[in-house]
């Protein structure tokens, strides 16, 4: 007797999509069906795992290095696979959504590199999930194009030597696709953005020159890169593509992985490409984990630690060394300002802290960086052509004067900043600014001449939590209090209402937002992600 056909997926709670079929047919939802089956429950046993790692930290108010992994760290013989060649050149990479607009531009804007992505800088409504694969395989087909309907100015892709290489960024591990099921449990967000792009593209890409290649958001430890690496080799084996066809780049945001970064790059050493460092989420991951350890782990406003901060310097000069002595790419962090169209002044300064941030990035080994907007292509380019010239990167710059302690990583009172009331506010602006966005389907938001994305929202309801928690008492002597951050809720929203209209307010999700907003930084219980409970209100 023949086993049962296993069960299909199910499309549930979705309207139909135009050409839907095209992404969602039957041999790329058998793929994810399959993916789901075999790895969904080690994803579940690793979201348990975090929980034991955080209990053990509120503990101990401590991080350090792995023992049982020191022989791999002490290993001088092991290193990455080398870069294919559309990934050895990283000097500038821009990141974005990827609805039709911005894939035109991110591929036509210059940067090496594009991160689409389908993380923090995307809301994941249904049209957002599906049409930005959509929009991917046009683009790879030379069949996508863009009029924009208010200015009427048309939008095509420049010559294919010109154009960016794609590394597209899944969901991270923790959220859930609910519109696709099987046997009534949603699938992971991540194995269905990577499974729909790796089952359309893999082979697509390799007969372009290029490949599947992917950062891997939120990671905590490297039994979870173990995961990716398991994955990459069941797909490549399932599509008949060679072993290490698959490229890799971990960020490297969250505290726990701070301290494996080595052990990440060996689990994945066949498909690892690099390992970058952010901030927002770094800093969140640092609040999320150490915030019943006290004074001494309460952050200042989170435009006060720049990656100059010693304990952030800590991390990017231990992230570049430990790349390089492995042969990987070392990716620093965001240049997150949108230029004014109306006001020269403002430009120039931010063009300014831009060149001196990517001059600084480029000076310490680093071999590429991140923008959001493509007038900052240029700026972050000369400062990297100017220490690399024609060579593609510096990896053979091994930073060997780096000595990090593990103590140096979590020493967040060598900082002399300390929070303000204007740094409330300012979390309490922008994370409701956020958030209204986001419950209207979008995840890259300008907000005060800066891109903003899911992480920002994080560090800002996270600070807020903290500094209540911790009993901050700001400069002008009050105290933080659910009360405090109550009345300066209220003010902002009405300050939005009068700033934009009572029209445009009434059509927006602002009250919803400022709730949702209050609901995670007040609450007695943290909550581990922002985006899990805005999923749930989440239309469509």
Known sequence: ??????????????????????????????????????????????????????????????????????AIRADESWKVAPAPAALNDR?????????????????????????ADFEDASAPTWENVVLGQLNLIDAYERRIDFTDPRSGKRYALKPAEELATVVMRPR???????????????????????????????????????GPYFYLPKTESHLEA???????????????IPRGTVRATVLIETITAAYEMEEILYELRDHASGLNAGRWDYLFSIVKNFRDGGEKFVLPDRNAVTMTAPFMRAYTELLVRTCHKRGAHAIGGMAAFIPSRRDAEVNKVA????????????GDGFDGSWVAHPDLVPIAMASFDAVLGSKPNQKDRLREDVSVAPGD???????????????????????TRYIEAWLRGLGAV?????????????????????????????????????????????EELAAIREEI?????????????????????????????????????LVG
Not at 46 to 59: K, P
Not at 179 to 192: R, Y
């Open 1 to 70: 007797m023949s086993a049962p056909a296993p069960s299909p997926l199910a499309i549930v709670d979705a309207e139909p999509l135009p050409r839907q079929e095209e992404v969602l047919n039957q041999a790329a939802l058998a793929f994810v069906a399959e993916l789901h089956r075999r790895f969904t429950p080690r994803r579940d046993e690793l979201l348990a795992r975090r929980a034991e790692r955080r209990a053990e930290i509120a503990r101990t108010s401590t991080l350090d290095f792995l023992p049982e992994t020191a």
């Open 501 to 537: 209209g009572e029209e445009s307010f009434a059509a927006g999700n602002w009250q919803q937002a400022h709730d949702l907003l209050l609901k995670v930084a007040l609450d007695e219980n943290y909550e581990d992600f922002l985006t899990l409970p805005a999923y749930a209100q």
């Open 446 to 490: 300008a907000i005060f001449n800066l891109m903003e994305d899911a992480a920002t929202a994080e560090i800002s309801r996270s600070q807020i939590w903290q500094w209540i928690n911790a009993g901050v008492v700001f400069e002008n002597g009050e105290r933080a209090t659910p009360e405090l951050v109550r009345k300066v809720a209220a």
């Open 409 to 431: 990583l979590i020493a967040i009172d060598s900082l002399d900043a300390r929070p303000t009331y204007e740094g409330l506010r300012n979390a309490v602006q922008v994370g």
């Open 226 to 240: 173990r995961l990716w690496n398991d994955i990459f080799v069941f797909a490549q084996d399932h599509v008949g």
């Open 91 to 115: 000097r500038v990479e821009i990141t974005g959504p990827t609805d039709r607009k911005m894939t035109i531009n991110a591929l036509n804007s210059g940067a090496k590199v594009w991160l």
């Open 172 to 210: 991270g591990w923790h959220l859930a696709e609910r519109h696709l099921t099987l046997d009534g449990t949603p699938v992971p967000g991540a194995l269905v953005d990577f499974g729909l792009y790796f089952f359309h593209n893999a082979k697509r890409l390799l007969d372009l020159g290029k």
């Open 351 to 362: 063009f300014e802290k831009v060149k001196a941030d990517k001059d600084r990035e480029a």
